[in-house]
Every structure is written in structure tokens, then in C-alpha cells.
């Protein structure tokens, strides 16, 4: 999908993510969580080993998706989308459901609509496969593009084990 940037006059394109892309994809996931202000370079070597694994199985079995923003052939921006198992509600009688995640942009093309862009195409593919809703959990640089695009909070809680 070729996408005109009508405030700055690139042409960005959209592409969905392949096996191939696997280290783009751990990048943005690294430089999302430093950028959250995680600081523990442990912990981040940690969660780079653990997640690999998960997200390559995932984009061979297509439970995860992921898209990319490329311009003149350099990709800088992502998002990504996992779809896991969950027993139906009242409210959903699918067996699935659809989280975002990895979303990022180059700090140099920020504020340009990218993240808005993946957004919008992952919400156009997540009807097409005709899921129920969409989550996704906030960072504070992400939280008003979010809602600009029609998100709002859940009821969700969570108590801390560890
Ligand atoms: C959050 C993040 C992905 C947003 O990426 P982005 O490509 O800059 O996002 P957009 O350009 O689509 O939107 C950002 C802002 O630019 C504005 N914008 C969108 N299109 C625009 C355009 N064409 N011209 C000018 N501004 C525009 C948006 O309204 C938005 O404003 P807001 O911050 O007040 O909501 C990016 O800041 C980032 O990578 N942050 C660090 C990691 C992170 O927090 N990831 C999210 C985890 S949930």
C-alpha cells in the first residue's frame, strides 16, 4: 500500500512484515522500551532473548503481523499485532483475540501520521478478519494518537506478583 504524506510531501509505503523482517521488528520492540524510560540493560537483553522465539513463531504461524513504514526502501517505523486464543464472552463468541504491540517510529519521522497510518491499516485488516475489538496497552507517547483513533481505557486490573 503506497500512502502520499500530504504534511511533508513523502511517499511512505505500508508493507506487511515477513520472517525476514525479524530484526527490524526486535529493534522497534528494543528502542519502544527504552523509549518508555526502561533502563536495565538485563532486563532488556532479557526480554530481547525471550521474545525472538516468540515473535518468529508467530509471524510463521500467523499469530503474529506485523507492518512496516518504509521510505526510498529504509524502514522506519512499525507495529505489530498478536492474536491469541481466549474462550468466547456474551460479548465475542470468537475464540481469539487481537493485541498491538511494538508500536514505533524513528524519533527523526515522528509526528509525520506513521503510527497513525499502521494503526488505521491494522484496524482495517483486524474487520476484515472480522475481530470483535482491538487492544492495546498505552505507553504516555502513545496514549492520544490512540484515543485519537477512537480507543478508550477497559476495565482491566492487574495485581502485581513480582
Ligand atoms: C508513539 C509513537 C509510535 C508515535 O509515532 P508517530 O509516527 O510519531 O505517530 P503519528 O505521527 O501518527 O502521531 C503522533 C502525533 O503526530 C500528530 N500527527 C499525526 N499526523 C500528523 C501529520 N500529518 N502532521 C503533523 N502531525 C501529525 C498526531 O496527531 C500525534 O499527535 P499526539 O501526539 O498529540 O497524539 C512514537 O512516538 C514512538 O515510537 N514512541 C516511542 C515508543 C512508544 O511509546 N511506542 C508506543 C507504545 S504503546
Redesign the pocket.
Known amino acids: 500500500m503506497s500512502v502520499p504524506?500530504?504534511?511533508h510531501g513523502v511517499d511512505f509505503k505500508i508493507r506487511e512484515a515477513t520472517t525476514a523482517d525479524l530484526g527490524a521488528i526486535m529493534l522497534h520492540r528494543r528502542?519502544?522500551y527504552e523509549?518508555?524510560g526502561y533502563k536495565d540493560q538485563s532486563a532488556l537483553k532479557a526480554m530481547e532473548l525471550t521474545s525472538r522465539s516468540f515473535i518468529k513463531d508467530g509471524l510463521e504461524d500467523g499469530t503474529y503481523r506485523g507492518w512496516l513504514v518504509e521510505i526510498s526502501g529504509r524502514i522506519v517505523?512499525g507495529g505489530g499485532l498478536m492474536i491469541v486464543r481466549q474462550p468466547s464472552s456474551p460479548r465475542d463468541p470468537s475464540s481469539r483475540r487481537s493485541w498491538i504491540m511494538n508500536?514505533?517510529?524513528d524519533p527523526e519521522?515522528?509526528?509525520?501520521?506513521?503510527?497513525?497510518?499502521i494503526i488505521e491499516t491494522i484496524i482495517i485488516w483486524c474487520r476484515e478478519n472480522e475481530f470483535h475489538w482491538v487492544s492495546?496497552?498505552?505507553?504516555d507517547?502513545?496514549r492520544?494518537?490512540y484515543e485519537?483513533l477512537g480507543f478508550k481505557p477497559t476495565n482491566e486490573m492487574r495485581l502485581m506478583l513480582k
Request: proline residues 0%.
Open positions: 504524506d500530504a504534511t528502542r519502544m523509549d518508555m517505523a508500536m514505533y517510529t519521522y515522528r509526528g509525520r501520521g506513521l503510527a497513525t497510518s492495546l496497552r498505552a505507553s507517547a502513545g492520544h494518537l485519537s
